[in-house]
């Protein structure tokens, strides 16, 4: 089983040099080839196919929508996994302090798995914790409690209220 993990990517602008660099993996991860963001730009491995791509939160610096007002600087990378997705990689999208309320989309729309706190999953023989990390610190009571109010039912109708840019 071959995987990619991502975190925090934090998209913003398409105009971004980072945002640019992630497009052009997702698009060579759908075809079969792996290049590291961080390393040697000359290091690349063909043939390598994955199965699975996690990534694990903040993947947009701020998600909120309605299915049909979506962010427009967010179509070209939505785009690049709904490919990457229709080539048989499954997508696991892990909600994160930056981006939530993205089921009705990325679930509902595209068919996407998405997790809002962490999950245990299988990697070959061993079972690994996934999650994205914000909540691991149990004595910051006031960010819990901030994003427990973020994340309420009355907060989610607020923000669909809201314009899409």
Known sequence: MKV??????????????RYGLLVRFL????????????GDEKTVRVNAAIDDLYILGDFFDFWFCR??????????????????RQSGVRIHLFE???????????????GMDVIEESAAIELDSSRVFVAHGDTLDR???FYLTLRKVLRSRIFYHFQRLMPAS
């Open 27 to 38: 698009t060579e991860l759908g075809e079969g080839r792996i290049r590291s963001l961080a």
């Open 4 to 17: 990619v993990f991502l975190s925090d990517a934090h998209l913003k602008r398409s105009t971004d040099e």
């Open 96 to 110: 994160g302090n930056h981006d939530f309320f993205m089921r009705e989309y990325f679930n509902g729309i595209l």
């Open 67 to 84: 299915p049909d007002r979506i962010y427009p600087e967010f179509q070209p990378v939505i785009r690049r996994l709904v490919q990457l």
């Open 139 to 141: 004595t910051n009571v």
